[in-house]
């Protein structure tokens, strides 16, 4: 056990429809990233926040959003989604911002019809 | 951010020690040199990192020469529960961090 917590862990939801995914970091962990892992593309960096902050961008759509709220959790809203969305989303968090030893949870699974 | 370059699977079998290894030409004096265990449908886990020459830990050895271009990672005795993919990647600390993975490389462990 990681100490990341990620609900749902399973999400089915419709095309054009919006979802939020929820992730609890590891106590005292200030900062949080987020990752999509498709089949055919790999683990994809999307977003890193510490202590409410957006930190660092990679490859997020403009469809995605996310936030960091004062008691640290995160959520990542996904809107208008499309069936390339499907994939498995993960948090992961760290102590520093700066830190290359994150923790994972175990990701939620969406899937869109 | 350093590109890393891994074998893209490989065999072995139980008991056997694996070795890894991960080309980083770029790398720059700042970054550090980490590596990941991803088991399916599971998030990846942190297994070691190092700077330079060798880190050991209860799970794997790090080893890195002195030029840092590359770097192997050290599985000693290798049981099924190893199969997985192992990811190699080159970070710095700073403000603005951007863990970034690799392809990594399938590691396939027979009996």
């Known amino acids: 056990d990681s100490g990341v917590t990620q609900t749902p862990k399973h999400l089915i939801t419709a095309t054009g429809q919006r979802v939020t995914l929820r992730c609890s970091p590891r106590?005292?962990?200030?900062?949080v990233y987020w990752y999509q892992q498709s089949l055919d593309q790999g683990l994809q960096f999307l977003i890193q926040?510490?202590?409410?902050?957006?930190?660092a961008k990679g490859n997020i759509l403009e469809r995605f959003s996310a936030q960091q709220f004062p008691d640290l959790h995160s959520e990542l809203n996904l809107s208008s989604l499309e069936l390339g969305d499907s994939a498995l989303y993960f948090c992961a968090s760290s102590l520093e911002t700066g830190s290359t030893e994150a923790f994972f949870g175990q990701g939620t699974r969406l899937t869109v019809v | 951010l350093a590109k890393t370059t891994q074998p893209i699977s490989m065999d072995s079998y139980e008991g056997q020690e694996v070795n890894i290894t991960c080309s980083h030409n770029n790398i720059a004096t700042n970054d550090y040199i980490t590596w990941y265990q991803q088991f399916p449908s599971q998030g990846p886990r942190f297994i070691i990192q190092g700077y330079k020459t060798k880190v050991t830990n209860e799970v794997a050895s790090l080893f890195i020469p002195a030029d840092r271009k590359s770097s192997t990672l050290s599985l000693p005795r290798v049981s099924l529960s190893d199969t997985a993919v192992y990811y190699c990647?080159?970070?710095?600390?700073?403000?603005?961090?951007?863990?970034?993975f690799g392809s990594g490389t399938r590691l396939s462990i027979r009996p």
């Open positions: 990647l080159v970070a710095r600390y700073s403000s603005a961090s951007k863990i970034i």
């Open positions: 106590s005292g962990d200030l900062s």
């Open positions: 926040y510490y202590n409410g902050e957006e930190r």
